[in-house]
């Protein structure tokens, strides 16, 4: 997607080898006009076949997410990352390890809105490691749901994670795949 | 709103004498033909003067932000809430108490995307205590930035975030208001 690629290099920021920061337009400021773009760039790759419902995690995956669930008209569903006195006891859950905040936190989405009826996409804004995908893979096959694949905006293609969520059988489309990181340029895949 | 007040009626639950819990369509689910609804009628309520940034607080504020930013062609800025080694260090700050986790935490706005030139709305799902809401107020005000007033989709009149909030001279609409909660039942002013 030509004009993401340039919204990165043009607002993004490079910290050392591997971070990228896009908090200009997706992960703290929103651009609502480039988001739309992107949601229905994603949501043109999984027109196929039906699609009951968007996952993603809170709190960078929810903007796409949502805009992803316009086109499908379905609802989108937000994993809780935090503990919460007010989210339903009965739920889906998994553990997470984070890299960036070098913890391990508990994704969980309520009972109520996954179930074996449901074909699920998943959106999310990186896939690096590849870990919190996996994670909401996990809940999605606690729910007995149909998973239709993951809708990625940015993948490091220098880590693991696309690699190992491909490998278990899941289709994974990346808007842009980041080849590698050097003397602070981004190059793509 | 009496389509949102129909949806916390017959989609929302309640707990005790003073949670609403609307997760089915905007806090954990979201409903994203109501949430467009939603952000139309808050959008509606500002239109008289010059808005450029939406600000909300991560993360149940985001999706409902982000709806209301498309509307006005403008950037959603969202506060962080939790510590990440990736959040740019030099960012406007304030304490908010959450009642509902019971501990403090920190929200912040990175300082590139507040400024003197802002005419800010905050939009926000709840409005109880208007500690958030303070908080936000104080991250525009560190910036400079002109606040518009506050967009809030659910006020519980019976808490005293609303009295807070426009004690301090902000302007503050509310799509619905709670009155009270009683026998289990929602009852709107």
Redesign the interface.
């Known amino acids: 997607m030509e004009r993401l690629q340039e919204a990165i290099r043009q607002r993004g920021s490079v ?1 050392g080898q591997d ?1 990228v ?1 896009v ?2 337009f997706l992960n ?6 480039l ?2 773009a992107i949601a229905a760039e994603l949501a043109a790759r999984f027109r196929g076949g039906p699609v009951t419902k968007i996952l993603t995690c ?2 960078s995956g ?2 796409v ?3 992803v ?2 086109i499908f ?1 379905v ?4 994993a ?9 006891p009965d739920c889906f859950s998994a553990d997470v390890y984070s890299y ?2 070098q913890q391990i936190y508990q994704i969980r ?2 009972r ?2 996954l179930g074996p009826a449901d074909h699920v996409l998943i959106v999310d804004d990186f896939l690096a490691n590849g870990l919190a995908l996996l994670g909401m893979k996990s809940l999605v096959d606690q729910a007995g749901a149909h998973l239709v694949g993951c809708g990625i905006v940015i993948e490091k293609g220098f880590q693991p994670g696309g690699r190992k969520v491909r490998s278990t059988g899941t289709r994974v489309e990346s808007l842009v795949v980041i080849d590698r990181i050097e003397n602070g340029q981004v190059h793509f895949a």
Request: net charge positive.
């Open positions: 910290r971070i920061k908090d200009s703290h400021q929103l651009d609502v006009e988001l739309d809170e709190a929810i903007a997410a949502a805009a669930a316009r008209r609802p989108a569903v937000f809780k990352k935090n503990p919460s006195r007010n989210l339903d960036t905040r989405v309520s109520s809105y």
